[in-house]
């Protein structure tokens, strides 16, 4: 039969092959923290890059946000499974920062570090070639406390557990160490299209 290459594809209408499986879409942006919101004063903030425990790079607001800026507009997938399309971020690219701090990425594997004191580990090849941010700007205005501001770190193509609001900084490890979430049994990576929620899927 002409049509039987299409059994079983979803309908092309442009919702089902952007929705990766297990989950839903919302028009909200709820917000999930695993306690409460720190509020950080522009004038203390600091991101600071280290390689193991060498800072490398350290950059205030200001200086942080003379850096180049970039915009990134992404779905994003949340492992509690509501996904929201088309989030309009602004920021500094990853790729910018290792740049303006002189260096190539010195390991395979990075944590990311919050305010809170909540932590996330990502592959570094995830982190890099126009993959990632340092978003300081969401649809266009400063991104809100509840969502991570002055600055979030987005990693869109992983679960949203994966882009560390309030961050503080990257920092680089010799080996892949668990963040907050991946020591309570979530994925060290977090592919939404691969279902990695726990770890062992
Ligand atoms: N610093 C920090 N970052 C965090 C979290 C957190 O508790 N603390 N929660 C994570 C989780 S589980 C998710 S789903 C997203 C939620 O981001 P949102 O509140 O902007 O939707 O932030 C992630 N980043
Ligand atoms: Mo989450």
Redesign the pocket.
């Known amino acids: 039969m002409a049509t039987r290459g299409f059994i079983g594809k979803r309908p092309s209408d442009g919702i089902g092959d952007r929705l990766p499986p297990g989950q839903y879409l919302t028009e909200d ?7 409460p919101t720190p509020r950080v004063a522009l004038a203390d903030w600091r991101f600071t890059l280290k390689d193991g425990v060498r800072p490398v790079a350290s950059w205030g607001w200001d200086a942080f946000n003379q850096l180049p800026q970039s915009k990134l507009t992404r779905d994003i997938h ?3 499974k509501w996904s929201k399309f088309n989030t309009a971020w602004s920021g500094v690219m990853v790729d910018d920062i290792l740049a303006e701090a002189g260096i190539a990425a010195p390991s395979d594997f990075t944590l990311a570090h ?1 305010y ?1 004191g ?1 932590s996330t580990n990502v592959p570094t090849e995830d982190l890099i070639n126009g993959r990632a941010m340092v978003a300081t700007h969401f649809e266009g205005k400063p991104i809100s406390p ?3 501001g002055p600055a979030r770190l987005l990693v869109p193509h992983l679960y ?2 994966k ?4 961050v503080s900084g990257l920092q680089f490890t010799s080996r892949d160490e668990a963040g907050f ?1 991946e020591l309570r049994g979530y994925h060290m990576r977090g592919d939404p299209w691969r279902e990695q929620r726990f770890s062992g899927d």
């Open positions: 942006f709820p917000v999930l923290s695993a306690g949340c492992v509690t919050s809170d909540y509840d969502h991570g949203f557990w882009s560390a609001k309030w979430w």
